[in-house]
Each structure stands twice: as structure tokens, then as C-alpha cells.
């Protein structure tokens, strides 16, 4: 079946670029994002995951560790990375699952279970369902998935701007309206009631009854030792 926001991101054994991992045990605390290809050497992934070696310190600084995956073996994935970093100036440097066996792609509902044969004789097509990106929070439930067509690379610039919203929100009782950036006004979240509102936000700005605005909570300084 299918998975969905709030379900628990399924938990996999796989070799990686990086060696055999438990995906929960690797997750550890942390938010992770798990980005799919459906096959290596292909164009728009490559432009793909460069750019995601190079924005790696925009996820680190947010506590979030990144893992991609393709459908191929990791020996692959190894002469694929030199190209990536021939033409887009960044290796790959977080590990990429390999799943030539198509395990994880199956288990994360990305190809269906009947999927089988030798994933070299399969093109980028075949696979193509395979352009998914999975936000999972720390305590392994998903929080966001997008699915991506073979020619659109993705925008992971917004990935970033979500994972600043999902961290938000789930340290305070706030939503985040369109195209919020980090900074800007939220909105007090519906669960809360005005009595509620006024001892966490104080006063707030209200064109209507269900829109509450409020400037964006500030992190607590930590106490001094």
C-alpha cells in the first residue's frame, strides 16, 4: 500500500556507498531526508545529487542527515558519483543506497511488488516512479513526500524551506502560511484557543476569526550555568 504523511517510514537493511546500514539505527535522533532515482547515469539525477552535496551544510545546520538511493548496485553508484563531480563540481557526499534488487523501492511503495528481474536490463522508464523525496522526523514518521516526473528536477531549496516549517511547528502550537520563509509572520494553529493563544502569543493580528497572525516564536535562549 501506499504510504502516507504520519505513517512510520519503513525500516530496511541495504548496502550504501557508505556500507550496510539499518535505516532506524542510522536516522539515530535525527530529521533524515531520503531521496530516490530511478536509475544511475542519468541526467537530471545527476544534476540532482551535486547540488545536494553541495547545500549539505544548509541540512547539517538543521540537524537533518540526507540519504539517497537508485536503482542499481552501489558499484554503480561509485563511478556514477565520479561523474557527478566531473560535471557539477560535488561528489556525492552522503551515502546512496543501492537497490538493485528493488527491496526499498517496493517497500516505500515506489514500484509495485511484483517488480523483478535484473535491474541493469530495466531503463530509466521502467523505473521512472522512482523520484520520490521523504521528509521523516525523529520519531521516524513521515512528515512530507513528493513525487517528482524524470524531467523536472526537484526543488530541493524547498525541501529546506519545509524542514524549517515541520521543525517549527513541532516545537510550537503554529502553522506557516504560503510561501513562508523563515522570519516571517505564522499563524497561531487552529487546535489552539483564543485563552491559549493569548497566554503563549499575546495579542495578534485577526482579518477574520480563524486567521490569527502572530511574529514567528522565538527560540528560548538557554539558561545560563
Same mark, same amino acid.
Given at each position: 500500500?501506499?504510504?502516507?504523511?504520519?505513517?512510520?517510514? %519503513? +525500516? @530496511? !537493511?541495504?548496502?550504501?556507498?557508505?556500507?550496510?546500514?539499518?535505516?532506524? $539505527?542510522?536516522? #539515530? =535522533?535525527?530529521?533524515?531526508?531520503?531521496?530516490?532515482?530511478?536509475?544511475?547515469?542519468?541526467?537530471?539525477?545527476?544534476?540532482?545529487?551535486?547540488?545536494?552535496?553541495?547545500?549539505? %551544510? +544548509? @541540512? !547539517?545546520?538543521?540537524?537533518?542527515?540526507?540519504?539517497?538511493?537508485?536503482? $542499481?548496485?552501489? #558499484? =554503480?553508484?561509485?563511478?556514477?558519483?565520479?561523474?557527478?563531480?566531473?560535471?557539477?563540481?560535488?561528489?556525492?557526499?552522503?551515502?546512496?543506497?543501492?537497490?538493485?534488487?528493488?527491496?526499498?523501492?517496493?517497500l516505500y511503495g515506489?514500484?509495485?511488488?511484483?517488480?523483478?528481474?535484473?535491474?541493469?536490463?530495466?531503463?530509466?522508464?521502467?523505473?521512472?516512479?522512482?523520484?520520490?523525496?521523504?521528509?521523516?522526523?525523529?520519531?521516524?514518521?513521515?512528515?512530507?513526500?513528493?513525487?517528482?516526473?524524470?524531467?523536472?528536477?526537484?526543488?530541493?531549496?524547498?525541501?529546506?524551506r519545509v524542514i524549517?516549517?515541520?521543525?517549527?511547528?513541532?516545537?510550537?502550537?503554529?502553522?506557516?502560511?504560503?510561501?513562508?520563509?523563515?522570519?516571517?509572520?505564522?499563524?497561531?494553529?487552529?487546535?489552539?484557543?483564543?485563552?491559549?493563544?493569548?497566554?503563549?502569543?499575546?495579542?495578534?493580528?485577526?482579518?477574520?476569526?480563524?486567521?490569527?497572525?502572530?511574529?514567528?516564536?522565538?527560540?528560548?535562549?538557554?539558561?545560563?550555568?
Amino acid at each position: 500500500m501506499a504510504l502516507a504523511i504520519g505513517d512510520t517510514a %519503513p +525500516d @530496511f !537493511e541495504a548496502e550504501t556507498t557508505e556500507g550496510r546500514i539499518r535505516f532506524h $539505527d542510522w536516522m #539515530g =535522533d535525527s530529521w533524515t531526508v531520503l531521496f530516490s532515482h530511478p536509475k544511475d547515469f542519468t541526467p537530471v539525477c545527476t544534476t540532482e545529487l551535486g547540488y545536494m552535496a553541495k547545500i549539505k %551544510p +544548509d @541540512f !547539517e545546520r538543521r540537524g537533518v542527515k540526507i540519504i539517497g538511493l537508485s536503482v $542499481d548496485s552501489t #558499484g =554503480d553508484h561509485e563511478g556514477w558519483a565520479r561523474d557527478i563531480e566531473e560535471t557539477q563540481g560535488h561528489a556525492p557526499n552522503y551515502p546512496i543506497i543501492g537497490d538493485g534488487d528493488y527491496h526499498v523501492s517496493k517497500l516505500y511503495g515506489m514500484l509495485p511488488a511484483a517488480t523483478s528481474g535484473d535491474a541493469k536490463s530495466r531503463t530509466p522508464a521502467d523505473n521512472q516512479t522512482v523520484r520520490n523525496v521523504f521528509v521523516i522526523g525523529p520519531d521516524k514518521k513521515i512528515k512530507l513526500i513528493l513525487v517528482y516526473p524524470m524531467t523536472t528536477g526537484r526543488n530541493f531549496d524547498e525541501v529546506l524551506r519545509v524542514i524549517d516549517s515541520l521543525q517549527l511547528t513541532a516545537k510550537h502550537k503554529v502553522a506557516t502560511p504560503v510561501n513562508w520563509e523563515q522570519g516571517e509572520d505564522v499563524i497561531i494553529a487552529g487546535s489552539v484557543s483564543n485563552d491559549e493563544a493569548k497566554e503563549l502569543f499575546g495579542e495578534w493580528q485577526s482579518p477574520k476569526p480563524y486567521i490569527r497572525i502572530v511574529p514567528q516564536p522565538k527560540e528560548r535562549e538557554p539558561s545560563p550555568t
